[in-house]
């Protein structure tokens, strides 16, 4: 990929409408396809989260494991504390070519 087209990407990124990724576990169930993909750290994926959550650290978003095992026929659902960095989290695979990406809220 080019710099121009990395850049056009970017930009098509920031277009995106974050809110309406806002998705709860309600409506993610609903969906045909879906994994559940936890990113807070390791002690708070531990204290609770959704079953059958995949957990990722957030270090190692781009490790060959992580990336194997998402799968980009199935909605991703995004979990984070910090509502910014799921939206980091979601642009960085939209890029990636993820088509179906929502935030949980």
């Not at 559940?36 to 750290?41: I, P």
């Amino acid at each position: 990929m080019g710099q121009l087209e990395l850049l056009n990407d970017l930009i098509d990124v920031n277009k995106i409408d974050f809110a309406a990724l806002l998705i709860n576990e309600k409506d993610a169930k609903a969906l045909k396809n879906y994994t559940f993909v936890d990113f807070r750290d390791k002690s708070k994926y531990d204290k609770g989260h959704i079953k059958g959550a995949n957990h990722v650290d957030y270090a190692n978003m781009f490790s060959k494991p992580m990336m194997e095992e998402l799968n980009k026929s199935n909605s991703l659902i995004i979990i984070h504390d910090e509502p910014a960095v799921a939206g980091v989290i979601a642009a960085t695979l939209k890029l990636m070519d993820y088509p179906d990406i929502y935030i949980f809220n």
